[in-house]
């Protein structure tokens, strides 16, 4: 098995198992909630970003490959809750942007957890609409 296989699959294990259930009790950390793409049930994930006017920009560590941005290609409708406050919105993902140069202009914390654990990173980006 390739490292790159086993450090994806230790990062999501702790992510799904640890990190994920206690960050979206937080009412202050910031949520994705896609639409599951099987299921038609809303699906929460945090993570970070910054708000930039009426744009919401992070990164996905996975890429393709994660699970909330299959869901968005299904169905590019989300919600994103910032600082205890939804937002709906529609999300794009923008493979031609510069992650790790996006990830410089986002929260330090997390950019460093997704550099550092990320595989295959890509930008997106939400057009918030309220």
């Not at 296989?5 to 909630?33: G, I, M, W, Y």
């Not at 406050?85 to 986002?106: E, K, M, Y």
Request: charged content about 25%; proline content about 6%; hydrophobic content about 35%.
């Amino acid at each position: 098995m390739a490292t790159t296989d086993v450090r994806d699959r230790v990062t999501k294990f702790v992510q799904r198992r640890l990190v994920n259930p206690l960050a979206t009790r937080l009412p202050s950390h910031t949520l994705l909630e896609t639409i599951g793409r099987t299921s038609g049930e809303p699906r929460r994930t945090p993570l970070d970003g910054s708000r930039v006017g009426d744009q919401f920009w992070f990164v996905s560590e996975f890429g393709e490959k994660s699970q909330y941005v299959k869901n968005i290609k299904t169905n590019p409708t989300v919600r994103v809750r910032l600082r205890g406050r939804w937002h709906n919105g529609t999300a794009h993902l923008v493979p031609d942007d510069d992650p790790r140069i996006r990830l410089r202009q986002l929260p330090r914390a997390n950019s460093f957890a997704v550099r550092t654990f990320g595989t295959s990173l890509l930008t997106i980006c939400v057009d918030l609409i309220d």
